[in-house]
């Protein structure tokens, strides 16, 4: 499990001009309809962000962490995985999200990222695009790198970089050999579900590759440490959040 239905991503307050969010369905190109939720600064931006939930799909944590980077002066979307199995609408925190999870694929999720990345493109015109995800998010998020989207760049907290999750997907080490963006992958150091064998082999690929690539694990921390229940990894959570916005400023170009 990711984070918990009332789980708070750990960003600091959002001021300064104010944000316009609302919610979405988007079409992706094989006519799968999915939820979205999107946040962008009322003024000027300068960068978009499709955001990959975890395994639970698009919920709350998401939309605030929407939020949090229009804050920080970027147009962010964040789409639902489970349109073709469980439509559009709202969903309790008794959804059994995992039957869904067990029915996706890397290519409905390429699919519905990419409608994501369209309607960003279409928005946001001239803006560089970067996917990031968390856990299942995580790994979705690289994978997005091979996907032919055009990133400037793809992100992920704790991502399995060695799972393939659906036979025949794939693992983001297995789509090395096709990525072409920058990849930043922020991983907890005590993180039983993701040995540092496996981030070792992600790194390894990523450098045989020459694939732009920052690689940072924070002794200690658990997976899903981003999170504001763990105050105790309030530093780790806090640097990792520059990491991002500081990535995402260095790739001005997609």
């Not at 190109?29 to 931006?45: C, I, K, Q, T």
């Not at 925190?93 to 029915?103: G, K, R, S, T, Y």
């Not at 036979?167 to 990849?183: K, L, Q, R, Y």
Request: include cysteine; aromatic fraction near 8%.
């Amino acid at each position: 499990m990711c984070f918990d239905v009332d789980s708070s991503p750990p960003l600091p307050p959002v001021t300064g001009g104010a944000l316009v969010s609302n919610d979405l369905v988007l079409e992706a190109a094989d006519g799968n309809r999915f939820a979205a939720y999107e946040s962008s600064p009322d003024g000027d931006l300068a960068a978009c962000v499709v955001i990959l939930p975890d395994v639970r799909g698009l919920y709350r944590f998401y939309e605030d962490l929407a939020d949090g980077l229009a804050g920080a002066g970027h147009h962010a979307v964040a789409i639902d995985y489970f349109g073709r199995t469980a439509g559009v609408g709202k969903r309790g925190e008794d959804f059994p999200h995992m039957d869904h999870v067990a029915l996706t694929t890397g290519a409905g999720v390429a699919a519905d990222a990419a409608a994501a990345v369209a309607h960003l493109r279409a928005a946001s015109p001239g803006r560089p695009v970067f996917t990031l995800g968390f856990c299942f998010g995580g790994s979705n998020s690289w994978n997005q790198a091979a996907g032919g989207h055009g990133l400037a760049g793809a992100i992920g907290f704790y991502g399995n970089p060695v799972r393939e999750r659906t036979p025949g997907d794939g693992s983001p080490v297995d789509h090395v050999p096709e990525m072409t963006a920058p990849i930043l992958a922020l991983m907890g150091g005590d993180d039983p579900s993701i040995p540092a064998a496996a981030v070792a082999a992600f790194e390894a690929a990523l450098a045989e590759a020459g694939i732009e690539h920052e690689i940072v694990t924070y002794p200690g921390a658990p997976h899903s440490f981003f999170d504001r229940q763990h105050a105790d990894y309030a530093e780790e959570s806090a640097d990792a959040w520059r990491r991002v916005l500081a990535f995402i400023a260095a790739h001005p170009q997609g």
